[in-house]
């Protein structure tokens, strides 16, 4: 078992379910009260009122974004504390589903936040919350899923990924992306983020 990398599933699915939470209780707020300021609203480029008044927040059957995220995070919540306490042994189907539903949210959170940098150019707080804990998240199980070689990879292949891991490469690259989409928002708004 890979108790760091279950470790990291729990802490960023729990920090992904808190900021849907709090995003549910904003959007009721906002539903109750258009003209209300929310408390992720801290300047024009840092407001969390701006991106849910968009297209982009509902973009699954007119299911507001932050609600699939209350279902969705309190499941990979369940399987890290199985993982961790319950002495739980996932089959690789389990961990390749698992890794693919991860991935295909990763994708989905980093669609609304190039969405939100470039076609809203606003920013949510606590989107960029759940951004980040998905790229964690994402992190995690593929950790956990190149780990256990749950996709075959060859033998002299599995090999090179096994001590790529094990000299801790794979967090240079999740430090990276994390950097460079720092960038990417800061060549956007620049100093307007403090505004």
Not at 59 to 83: D, E, K, R, S
Not at 128 to 145: N, R
Request: aromatic letters at 14%; a positive charge.
């Amino acid at each position: 078992m890979h108790k760091k990398a279950f470790w990291v599933l729990l802490a960023f699915a729990a920090v992904a379910l808190v900021a849907a939470l709090t995003l549910s209780v904003e959007k009721i707020h906002l539903l109750q009260e258009p003209d209300a300021v929310l408390s992720c609203s801290i300047n024009v480029v840092l407001n969390c009122s701006t991106v849910m008044e968009s297209w982009q927040s509902a973009v699954f059957f007119g299911i507001p974004n932050m609600f699939i995220g209350l279902m969705a995070f309190p499941v990979l919540i369940t399987v890290a504390v199985a993982a961790l306490w319950g002495g739980a042994k996932f089959s690789r189907n389990f961990l390749r589903a698992m890794t693919i539903g991860v991935g295909l949210g990763t994708v989905f959170a980093y669609w609304l936040f190039f969405n939100s940098l470039y076609d809203i150019r606003v920013l949510c707080p606590w989107c960029l919350l759940v951004t980040i804990s998905c790229t964690f998240m994402f992190a995690a199980t593929t950790h956990i899923g190149l780990r256990e070689n749950i996709w075959n990879l060859k033998k002299s292949t599995n090999a090179a990924v096994q001590k790529f891991l094990k000299a801790g490469y794979h967090q240079l690259v999740v430090a990276a992306w994390l950097v460079l989409m720092v960038a990417l928002v800061f060549l956007q708004f620049g100093a307007d983020l403090f505004a």
